[in-house]
C-alpha cells in the first residue's frame, strides 16, 4: 500500500469512527496530511476553516514598514510553456489546462505572519515549510449534500465595468463551461442527482494592492447513506481539483508535469476539516513557499486556445498578492 492508499484508508477510519480530523493532501500526493484535531501541535501547524479554528492568541505585529512583492518571474520560461501547450490545444490534447509556475517575492514578513493577518476563507501554516491564505472551495459536505464551488475567472476590480467585463468575455466564459462540465462529471462518480444550483456569480478579493473580481459556480448532489465511513474513497476519486487541472483531466495532468517542470507541492492541493458529521475543504491556491532560496508564490490560471499569452502572464502576476487590509501593509 502506498502512502496516498494508506492516507485515503485512514480518512475513511477517522470518518467511520466520527473522529473529527484535519486533512492536507498535495496536488502529487506524495506528502498527504491527516491528524486528528486532538492531535495537533500549533506550534507545527495552525488553520482557520470560513473563520472556524483554534484560538492562536493575538497576532504577531507586523514590522512597521512592511513590504511584499514579486523579485523575479521567469516570463520567458512561461512564454515557452504557453507556446507548446497552445500546440497541444489546437492539437485537441487538452481543452483546458491550469497552467501554472513559481514567483520568487520579496518580502520582510515571514509565513506565521502572513497567516495571522490575512483574511481568506481557507487558511493553512505549516512551520518552515508554506503558508496558504485561499479563497477557493472545494467540496463541503452536509447532511449527505455534496457541493463544489470551482472558482475560473479573474480581473481587477479597479477597471471600470470590470465585473461585466469579466462575465463578458468570450475566453473566461468558455473556461468556465469546460469546468464545470468537468466537475459535475467528477461528482457524478461519487454521488447522484447533480444539478448546477449557480452558474458564473461573482465574488469580489481584496488584497493589499486592490480588490478582483473572481467568478465561481455552485454544482450539488446527494451522496450514499454510507458516505461517512467512505470520506477518504470520495477523495480519491475527486483529486486533483478539476478547477486547477484541466479537462480531459488523465491527459492535462500528463501535460501539466510536461509543460511546468517543477513539484507543485501543496500548492493546488486540498485541505479542509471534518468535524464528525461535515466536511469543509478549500483548494489550496494564494500560496506562498519556504525554500532555500527564500520565498515563492506559486500561481497560474486557466489556459484556453483563445488565450493570450500576454494577458494570461499578467493576470498570473496579478494573483501575488496578500489578502490584508490596506492599513495593514506600508509599502
Known amino acids: 500500500m502506498n502512502q496516498a492508499d494508506a492516507i485515503f484508508r485512514q480518512m475513511n477510519e477517522l470518518g467511520k469512527a466520527r473522529v473529527p480530523f484535519l486533512f ?12 486528528p484535531l486532538d492531535e495537533l501541535d500549533p506550534q507545527q501547524i495552525r488553520y482557520s476553516i470560513n473563520g472556524a479554528g483554534p484560538d492562536y492568541g493575538k497576532p504577531e505585529e507586523l514590522p512597521e514598514n512592511s513590504f511584499f512583492h514579486p523579485a523575479e518571474a521567469d516570463e520567458k520560461h512561461y512564454m515557452q510553456a504557453f507556446d507548446q501547450l497552445m500546440f497541444h490545444l489546437r492539437r485537441g490534447d487538452s481543452y483546458l489546462l491550469n497552467l501554472t509556475m513559481p514567483v520568487s517575492v520579496k518580502t520582510n514578513l515571514n509565513l506565521l505572519q502572513i497567516f495571522e493577518h490575512s483574511q481568506a476563507r481557507y487558511k493553512l501554516w505549516l ?33 471600470e465595468g470590470a465585473d461585466q467585463q469579466l ?4 475566453k473566461e466564459k468558455a473556461e468556465h463551461y469546460t469546468i464545470v462540465d468537468l466537475l ?30 473572481q467568478t465561481s459556480s455552485k454544482i450539488s448532489g446527494e ?43 501543496y500548492y493546488t492541493g486540498v485541505m479542509g476539516v471534518f468535524d464528525g458529521q461535515n466536511v469543509d ?7 506562498v ?9 506559486k500561481a497560474g490560471g486557466g489556459i484556453t486556445v483563445n488565450s493570450h499569452a500576454k494577458s494570461e502572464f499578467q493576470e498570473l502576476l496579478e494573483k501575488v498578492y496578500l489578502p490584508f487590509a490596506m492599513q495593514e501593509v506600508k509599502k
Open 24 to 35: 492536507v493532501l498535495d496536488f502529487e500526493l506524495q506528502k498527504p496530511l491527516v491528524i
Open 281 to 287: 475543504s478549500g483548494v489550496m491556491i494564494r500560496f
Open 289 to 297: 513557499e519556504q525554500t532555500k532560496n527564500g520565498l515563492v508564490y
Open 127 to 159: 512551520a518552515e515549510e508554506c503558508v496558504v491564505f485561499s479563497p477557493e472551495t472545494f467540496v463541503t459536505i452536509q447532511e449527505g449534500k455534496i457541493s463544489t464551488f470551482p472558482m475560473k475567472g479573474t480581473i481587477r476590480a479597479d477597471r
Open 184 to 213: 459535475r462529471n467528477d461528482l457524478n462518480s461519487i454521488a447522484v442527482n447533480i444539478r448546477v444550483e449557480k452558474f458564473r456569480y461573482l465574488q469580489k478579493v481584496f488584497t493589499w494592492q486592490g480588490a478582483l473580481w
Open 167 to 170: 462575465i463578458d468575455d468570450p
Open 223 to 265: 451522496l450514499p447513506s454510507n458516505y461517512l465511513d467512505n470520506l477518504g474513497n470520495l477523495f480519491q476519486k475527486l483529486l486533483p481539483a478539476g478547477s486547477i487541472s484541466g479537462a480531459p483531466k488523465k491527459r492535462t495532468l500528463e501535460l501539466i508535469q510536461e509543460l511546468e517542470k517543477y513539484q507543485r507541492g
